[in-house]
């Protein structure tokens, strides 16, 4: 019993999720070494990749900031009533449960050119849906969870003790935050960092929808992966994916060497 | 630097700016897709609801959702187990990798399977010398889901198993039960909840997964057409009202379904 279910375990992963990230690796070879650089050194994959990196950046600071300070007023904040605390708690993870499509169709229904809002924005000269910032806004969606997520359990588990000790030693809020609480949760906010970062590397639906997937403009990885994909071009698809997955993968490691570090501590 | 910052308008405005943020960012968007499903009254959100395709679209995401939770509760049931429980070479290895899927962009998951399984493929090939089709038909839209809810069910069980007082089981096993029996009687019930929560979120995630199922889905509409790829096109085709108004069935449905978790996960705390 005990051999047949580890054999079936490794079946399972093994077709399910080694043969496949195999597959991207050996086909975006297919060309050999020329297309694969040739993939990826596209102008359009060059932009595609620039402006990922961009929306990563951008994203993660965004969403590690609020992240954070949502996640300390949500367990400590006295000055918001338990119900409204519990109900800012329950919709959190929101996001969760809207497909990327939904989000991404909510920013372009708010924001879009044809609304109040986005029209005000445009006669100021400033676009937000089929450019960066709706590109950015979807992604801060769609990742808003993940660091209150992390956060907010590691806040619970450590307490307040240590901090009132900080404080009636005479530390101020600021100090306490960076010499105190923060040594404490940093292992939850990189678990959140890392989390956003995939996310935001591989978010598709919401960019795909808000983006308007204009070819270097506001053209994506995943989206500029699946335009490959349907124009056929399923080679230069491969080269861009696997860019995608080597980094996933670094992600996924780094995510382990830190759980490891942090069960050494 | 201290002193600028101990003032109270700081505390004020920080908290100010966070709520904003988080209320612009979620709730509101939220508001915007159900008033706009109903921006032109109920007979045009009836009109686009009961549009044969949309339909079509809705019952076939559920039915393909609801097939591959299935698959997942048994999978991931077994997988949790026997990297809970068994001892062999690469035990650490499988369990890092059962992450894969949730930091692999689901647009480079649905390319592997359109790799592996498409037409120029082995597998592929064998396939339709059986006469079975399986890229831009059903079962690849199946395999998406799984893919990418794979690490569900596995990771809401695994606490539950680690935290199973084995004991219990020992005792069983003196009283003269059989394998079978202790897993009926004593495992199941106690690592339940936790099958519940993680299939209910595969599930969920599985009704809104887009980025793997375009790519392999054919996107036929009435026959390989899913609800959120409807929504795409129905963007796309510059129908807001009608992309809002499945999206809204979606969503009532999702949210329905997160409060189930939330409520499981209640009552086990409450336990």
């Known amino acids: 019993m005990r051999r047949i279910l580890i054999a079936l375990t490794y079946l399972v992963f093994i077709v399910l999720l080694i043969i496949p990230l195999f597959k991207i690796g050996t086909g975006a070879w297919q060309e050999g070494l020329d297309g694969l650089i040739h993939a990826i050194t596209r102008p359009e994959a060059v932009h595609a990749l620039m402006m990922t990196a961009w929306i990563v950046v951008v994203v993660t600071m965004l969403n590690t900031i609020f992240g954070v300070m949502l996640a300390m007023y949500l367990v400590r904040g006295t000055w918001m009533g338990s119900r409204l605390k519990q109900f800012l708690n329950s919709i959190v993870d929101l996001p969760f449960a809207v497909s990327p499509v939904i989000g991404g169709l909510m920013i372009v229904l708010i924001l879009g050119p044809s609304t109040t809002i986005g029209a005000f924005f445009e006669s100021i000269g400033f676009k937000i849906v089929y450019a960066f910032p709706g590109m950015v806004l979807a992604t801060l969606f769609v990742t808003f969870p993940l660091m209150v997520r992390e956060v907010m359990p590691v806040l619970q588990e450590v307490g307040t003790q240590q901090e009132e000790a900080a404080s009636t030693l005479g530390a101020y809020g600021w100090t306490t935050f ?38 270097n403009k506001t053209q994506t990885a995943t989206t500029l992966v699946y335009q490959d994909v349907e124009n056929f071009n399923v080679v230069s698809a491969n080269g861009v994916a696997l860019v995608l997955a080597v980094f996933s993968v670094l992600l996924l490691l780094f995510m382990e060497w830190a759980k490891r570090r942090r069960g050494v501590h | 630097m201290n002193g600028i910052l101990r003032h109270k308008g700081w505390s004020w405005g920080f908290r100010s700016t966070v ?58 049931t077994m997988i949790a187990w026997v990297l809970n429980r068994y001892k062999f070479i690469g035990r650490t290895f499988l369990n890092s990798l059962v992450d894969l899927p949730f930091a692999l962009p689901t647009a480079v998951g649905g390319l592997m399977i359109l790799l592996l399984l498409g037409p120029n493929s082995w597998v592929g090939n064998l396939a339709a010398q059986l006469g079975l089709q399986i890229v831009f038909h059903e079962p690849a839209i199946v395999i998406a889901m799984v893919f990418v809810t794979f690490p569900f069910v596995i990771r809401a069980i695994q606490p539950l198993l680690e935290e199973l007082d084995k004991s219990e089981e020992e005792a069983a ?78 969503l009532s449905l999702s949210f329905l379904i997160l409060w189930l978790v939330n409520w499981v996960q209640m009552r086990r705390h409450a336990k």
């Open chain 1, 178 to 215: 960076w010499k105190v609480t923060w040594p404490l949760i940093r292992f939850g906010v990189i678990y959140g960092v890392v989390l956003t970062i995939a996310r935001s590397l591989g978010e598709f639906g919401a960019v795909l929808v808000v983006s308007g997937n204009v070819m």
């Open chain 2, 19 to 76: 709520m904003l943020y988080f209320i612009v960012l979620i709730a509101l968007p939220i508001i915007g897709v159900y008033t706009k499903s109903f921006s032109l009254g109920w007979s045009a959100f009836a009109d686009s609801v009961s549009d044969p395709l949309a339909w079509k679209s809705i019952l076939l995401t559920l039915k393909l959702s609801l097939i591959a939770t299935a698959i997942n509760i048994l999978i991931g």
């Open chain 2, 173 to 250: 096993y003196l009283l003269g039960a059989s394998k079978f029996h202790v897993f009926r009687r004593v495992i199941l019930p106690s690592i339940l909840p936790g099958v519940l929560s993680g299939a209910m979120l595969a599930f969920s995630r599985a009704l809104a997964e887009f980025g793997a199922v375009v790519l392999v889905a054919g996107n036929i509409p009435g026959k390989t057409l899913i609800a959120s790829v409807y929504i795409f096109g129905e963007v796309e085709s510059d129908n807001p009202q009608g992309a809002a108004a499945v999206s809204i069935l979606l």
